[in-house]
């Protein structure tokens, strides 16, 4: 099985570093992240300025671009097959409920799913992360369930894992993905030249935690998997919106 | 009614003139834009550095960041009322299909949505883009109707316009988005210094632009307005992936 | 005479807005500058990606790269005549001592210097700077003495104007750079997401002021014209370096 | 003795890996890099964000910014002590003649100086540089002589070392910088999506290549030890400029 390895945190980070080692296990691994810490760059690829692809010293490939662009140079000018699956992660941090459209790590996953190769996104619910080798665990094991019974269909999993063992995990549940809040208000500041200044505030908290969500499983110990798709179009509102512009 | 507008274009696009001088004929328009052209930025969010906001000559206002940026700083950090409506564009090119994940000018409206505003995107369907005014004169349509006779719930419209005189418009389509074939490869190229380069190629052809879908609505001479939703949850996946994790 | 502006604030600054009107009396003016504040940018060229041009409504161009990008472009890729003469600024606060290696706006000027035209840089000695024209107006009579009796070699000056009227300016000192104390240490902050970071502090006191340097004259009241070169070579010691070497 | 090591090709690039090691022998070594190629930052300084620094898994620190920066951010907030030396590179690439301006490897080693540590920036004159070694053991070497015998001035050595070994140098040359032609012009390009660009071109030849210059040691098999300064005035055109604006 060849996995194509990536994700939002820079090839340097040691949550791509514990996912390579244990996807090793059960593939043939080649990474490609970006160059840099991308958080929060979404789907964005970069469209006014070409890529340059390097290699460092452990083997790791790394590009001046964004999450998605690694997956779409790796698959459509690096790579001389196809992969059988693309894992992005481990990412520091949860990527839950509605937030996981800002999401670096989902998007990576996500264009290897519009590429056509069944994928995955891993994510550390934990801000003080320090080992990522449970939540690489668990990345491995629906990786080696792919390659022993692949899916039938075109699978893009969001994957969240609880801060705890391996062998603390409460099991695996399949979910929604959750509502937040609306986010925190930007926060002001001055720099030391004396200007204004904004930071983007925090996510809003859980405002949707209920039974069957990313945010429920992962707080009662599960491992959430909730399997995306990326089809926009809100389907129950196109008759009302329909009526409407007809008025 | 307080209108928000931001592009990703930047605020100096032609796109965002004509559509602010459209808007100001049915309220009050204030512009926070990109400060340089962020087409492709998608969701992207800025999280490792601040913001700064200034004010142009013509009173239109820029932030060194992305779309979603800018109107999650104008909404939570700038404006002292929640404005009654985000509208994003003139978007130069057509924002249809899959490929809507990357829009930076979907992405603006999407994050007015998401604070609660109901939002349009609005994208000219042109390559060679010149006149702004018709895709402007249709989005003041929608917004003047949503004056009239409010949605009742909240909506996230993207509207894609062809490019021709208001006149020769087939009328509004109510659509879904269609999906595009796979997107074309990396271009390779070398730089003045002989270093390899990888620029991302261009969008797929239409793969789905069957009767209904915003391709189709185009192709015809409608306006296309498709209304979208942020849940990336694929509902109908959860049992057959359940069936699958438990096996 | 062909006179081509840039600056390091942005193409969209007061300042540079102020110079171009003002040099439009004693030429014919190009504006290509950043599109983006790039203050300290010193005399970075942009190598890993490619430059863009583009053109605003009020006819200013503007390009994503660095000041000196702006100039090189301009020069050897966009002017059809060399210009008679760059001029850079107004830049929003003064550029003197050794902290001008770190200047945009000097940079920018120092390019088109390397390139054979005399030029120069102008700065406003004023932390609130809001009225540009005065600045504007000296760098017009420098303008205004080239094109009457030119220079008779390759020249590069560098001005910094008092923030004053300009019937309150004392005159003219043609002055050497005065010297900086050490910077201030970087400011340490914490981000939003519990992040440390620095901010680059304020640049240290003046330590030589005194009589004939930059500083004195601008202190005094006089607008302070400074003749740069670019050898970096330090002649002086290349003995003493060579005795060194060879002990 | 503390030796702080910076680059402008990133801390990941063979280079500081060559220089750091080499280094190590002579005294107490760490690494402050960019996180990414900087080559031609010149002595940019960033000023509208602040800096993180981050730790990779060998020790290096590596810095979201510029080469000045990591100098600038390592002594002023960072290292406990002020080092006795900052040595920048080895560059991929020569640092001769005036395009030394454009140079952030020769930046980094003047922001040391400039904050009161003797420095050293090392080149290999080489465009398909491998092999940094020669060059590492060259600042060595210079390195060891400093804390052997301390220069009684402060210093800032620009140091250039032909492509071959060790046993082959020639010897060591203190030079002045040459002078360069013009630079090429910009290249222009089009970009998949149809919009024209353009690149910088290349470097000027050597105009000024004879006896005692950079260039002529280096193509003469020699080290090149060029002592610089940092203060533009040209001092030999006060007179006349101060004659010709009292005209």
Redesign the interface.
Known sequence: MRILVSNDDGY?APGI?ALAEALAAVGEVTVVAP???R????????????????R???GFH?V?G?P??CV??AV??MLDHLPDMVVSGVNHGANMG?D???S?TV?AA?EGF???VPSIAVSLVS?AATDFSVAARVATDLAE?FLR?P?R?P????VNVPDRPYEELAG?R????GKRH????????V????????????AGGAADAGEGTDFHAVANGYVS??????????????A???E??G?
């Open positions: 340097f570093a160059e840099r810490d958080s929060g760059a979404s789907n964005s690829l970069t469209l006014d300025r070409p890529l340059s692809l390097r460092a010293a452990n790394f001046n964004t998605t662009d779409h140079l459509t000018g509605d996981t459209i800002y670096g998007a996500t519009l590429l056509g801000k369930r019974m899916f269909q699978v893009l999993l969001n695996v399949v979910t929604r993905l609306k986010a925190e208000p930007v926060i002001r500041g720099t030391p030249r004396n200007e204004t200044v904004y930071w983007v505030g925090a998997v909730t399997p995306l798709q990326i089809d926009l179009t809100h389907t129950g509102q196109i009302a919106v329909s409407w512009v008025r």
